[in-house]
């Protein structure tokens, strides 16, 4: 779904700012939470209770690192953005092993090293000689921040989603997203007319329903489940699985894609691995 997220993102930008992307994208989100918590919705007390860890998994996991990546990728280029989040997993390893005491496995190193190999090897388009003529902009920091961000968001999902259910946390750092979208987009965005088309929110739909609330829902699980130092190798597949949507959108299937399709998948296989014990 997040693979899915970058197609749909893109056709949402060639009709509006990327502040105003972000508000419809969290507005539709928000929406269908709403809509799979309603018979168990969250009240003012559980609010209250955890609002250290929505507010800082709302606005920093989520409304800031949005803001940083859109705006980031207003002035460097894709390529130079995928790099660096590619970078995501080792980061996670690290954060997760000083902030929740996790423990590094070579399994887990070894594992977002050849993830970051495929990535790498899929960016440069099966010649690594390409990775020579990347120019860094000063967007590059704006998207190595959301890197950042997006990988301390693992490490507090993980900390913050103890003694609340994970789609009670869902929804309410997402409606604080949401929020924070909302207050700044009429200072930022001058009023006009919305006369979008059916396509747009086709995809605004698509966005909200699917790339954000259904993916939150089950990435939040699966943190909780896994850990944040293993979750944070999952982010490897993003890049692999836009490429390989883009092929289903019509774009021609290359040698690259697969190789580099077998380097992440085949990192994520070995950092799953439990290491075996010897019996005495």
């Known amino acids: 779904m997040w693979g899915l997220n970058f197609h749909l993102l893109k056709i949402m930008l060639s009709s509006v700012h990327f502040i105003e992307a972000g508000f419809w994208r969290y507005l539709f989100g928000v929406a269908a939470l709403a809509i799979y918590v309603r018979k168990s919705f969250p009240k003012w007390s559980l609010f209250k209770k955890h609002l250290t860890g929505i507010l800082i998994v709302g606005i920093l996991g989520l409304f800031c690192f949005n803001l940083l990546l859109f705006w980031g990728l ?74 950042f961000l997006s990988a301390f968001y693992h490490i507090w999902v993980k900390k913050y989603t103890i003694g609340i259910s994970g789609k009670h946390f869902t929804f309410l750092s997402n409606l604080v997203c949401f929020m924070s979208f909302a207050l700044i987009t009429p200072f930022l965005i001058k009023p006009h007319a919305i006369n979008y088309g059916g396509q747009f929110w086709l995809t605004v739909l698509t966005f909200g329903v699917f790339g954000t609330a259904a993916t939150y829902v089950l990435w939040n699980k699966g943190v909780v489940i896994v850990g944040a130092s293993k979750a944070g190798i999952f982010m490897n597949i993003v890049p692999f699985s836009t490429a390989i949507i883009a092929v289903l959108m019509g774009k021609e299937l290359t040698v690259y894609h697969v190789v580099s399709g077998i380097f992440i998948l085949l990192g994520v296989a070995i950092a799953q691995m439990k290491r075996r014990t010897t019996m005495p």
């Not at 989040?85 to 996790?102: G, H």
């Not at 090897?121 to 000689?129: D, E, F, I, P, R």
Request: aromatic fraction near 10%; charged fraction near 5%; hydrophobic fraction near 55%.
């Open 74 to 147: 207003q002035y460097t280029s894709s390529i130079n953005a995928s790099l660096i989040i590619s970078l995501n997993p080792i980061a996670t390893i690290c954060l997760a092993y000083f902030f929740l005491k996790s423990s590094i496995s070579y399994q887990q190193m070894t594992g977002a090293f050849l993830g970051v190999v495929g990535v790498i090897y899929l960016l440069s388009k099966g010649n690594l000689l390409n990775l020579n003529l990347i120019v860094f902009s000063k967007g590059d920091l704006l998207i190595l921040l959301a890197m």
